[in-house]
């Protein structure tokens, strides 16, 4: 049987040593750096001939860089004879430019789908994709973590009156991911709806929903620019709630995102730690962070063990 | 019949210019910019449907930022119902990573021929390819047109005795280039062997051929770090050349390239425009610069009109 061995691209090394140190083992051995004319330069260390291979980088930072580091070292894996390789995407890149939402939009999201197959992966496991659709875009098998078992135990750690509490979704398409976050936890659930005027701008809010006296928890798949968290918290404080949470997976915390949250009526934004969180968090005081490296450990040892994944879509594995 | 219509991507706005200009067309309109998570964003500004797209975009610069707004360009056009879309990459990115090198290297190159063609390219036109054998690469056609034309007209209007010059590789991989070139100027030509011990580093040399008394003409693909060109002449001038021009088709000037040059003794350092060169000969007097952008629009002429390609290999048009 191959062995598992888990490259890091340079994106997130903090996150993959987690995930071999939770399935015990060291990291393969990788270089990537630039030739000085900013070509990305990948030297994979050690054999990979026959073995089962996953190489784990996620959508942040430099994004162009990083995935184009993530194509390369899928190329050097799969023409060094590795047997598999996976692509672990915690946080998937260009997600967002899913649709041609205007005439002539790119479909940015489905050309990354078909870059990373060209290069020759095999298999994906990504967190949280900011529509479920994006699988589809593949036609290889693309395994779509949710992070929602760490949300709520982190929840009901964490908030002590988190029964009374009230979810909401700051925007009408994160409604079905609020709704089951309300359902598992047994509590109500809230909706704004936002008219966006351009991107990274937000306009008018409608509250649907009632939050007063009661803690309420924002609850999304992604903090860029925090806009619209920001905005939405200040309404739910107009509309009475006492204090506001806001836990979403990827935090990106881009542009004014920082200056925004120490400004606004936040009691705290966690997010997870799909991308590096240390810079986010020494900046910000507010913002938390809930590791789900298990989850990715773990998802990589059933697909290696080809034992199913599903348990992990309820469950937060030690 | 559909149009010409011809985008330029961020990397070298100047050459688009001049092709369109030389084509007596306007550019098209397209606005490309960075959303605040670094992600790129492409606006295409007008309809493509139907239309023959040629988008130019050298691979200089951010290459990776260059290289994905490329394919996001491609994507944008072909999925707006472009009827052929074509590549113009004067400078094709990782065209060193051609080949497995190195135990587990990556083929880059072949990476980069893989996602231009699943991103929509129908069509690539480029120049003096560092190996001709890139071509291969790709199942879509690939005009590699040659700087060679454009190279030989320079050298008779402005090296007074070019007549009893002498020619020069600076290193074994370039042999035939420079042959072709001795042949059409009818004149000898010579050979120098360095023995590389890491990437942009340079070690021992021998000269093959004699130098003594005559201008010799260092002529290459690429002038990058310019290690290479700087230790050619100060063997071409120990071994008697009065003067050492160089002429190299892809003027990177990465790293120490600038002040290699300004210390080496060289009279001129020559380069196309295939990469922007306006910063480089602010920096760097000896840095001249020859325009190929009537090459490169003369390609576009004939391929739209599905005329024969060839006629650039050895003529310089108006
Ligand atoms: N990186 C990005 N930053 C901000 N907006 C984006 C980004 N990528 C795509 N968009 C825009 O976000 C919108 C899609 O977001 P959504 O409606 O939440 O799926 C589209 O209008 C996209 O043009
Ligand atoms: N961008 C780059 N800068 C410097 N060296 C490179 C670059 N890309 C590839 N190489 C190396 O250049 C060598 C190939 O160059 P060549 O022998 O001239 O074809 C290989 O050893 C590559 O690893």
């Known amino acids: 049987m191959p062995n598992i061995k888990v490259f890091s691209g340079s994106s997130h090394p903090d996150l993959a040593q987690k995930i071999v140190d939770r399935l015990g083992i060291d990291l393969g051995k ?11 330069c990948v030297e994979i260390g050690e054999s990979v001939r026959g073995e089962d291979v996953y190489i784990v980088q996620s959508g942040s930072g430099e994004i162009n860089d990083n995935l184009m580091e993530l194509l390369i070292m899928i190329n050097a894996c799969k023409i060094a004879s590795a047997s598999r390789v996976t692509a672990v995407i915690p946080c998937f890149p260009y997600a967002r430019q899913d649709k041609k939402d205007k005439s002539r939009a790119p479909i940015t999201a489905k050309l990354v789908a078909n870059i990373l197959s060209v290069s020759g992966a095999d298999h994906i496991i990504t967190m949280d994709l900011h529509a479920s659709q994006i699988q589809g875009f593949f036609d290889i098998p693309v395994d779509n973590l949710f992070a929602e078992p760490a949300v709520l135990k982190w929840i009901k750690e964490n908030i002590p009156d988190w029964k009374t509490s009230i979810v909401v979704s700051p925007d009408a398409g994160g409604a079905k991911r609020v709704t089951s976050i309300a359902d598992r936890l047994n509590v109500e659930f809230a909706l704004i709806h936002k008219e966006r005027k351009k991107a990274n701008e937000v306009a008018s809010m409608v509250l649907v929903g009632d939050v007063k ?28 709630a006492v204090k506001v949470y806001a836990i979403l997976t990827h935090g990106i915390f881009s542009g004014p995102a920082i200056s925004r949250i120490n400004n606004a009526c936040l009691e705290a934004v966690v997010v997870t730690n799909t991308i590096p969180q240390e810079r986010h968090m020494q900046d910000c005081p507010k913002i938390q962070c809930i590791d789900v490296s298990m989850m990715l450990a773990e998802a990589v040892r059933r697909t290696h063990n080809g034992e199913s994944v599903s348990y992990l879509f309820s469950n937060v594995p030690y």
Do not use: Y
């Open 30 to 40: 990788v270089v990537t750096k630039k030739f000085s004319n900013m070509e990305t």
């Open 213 to 240: 006296d009661r803690t309420a928890i924002l609850v999304d798949d992604m903090a860029d620019t925090c806009g619209t968290i920001c905005h939405a918290a200040e309404k739910l404080i107009e509309a009475g």
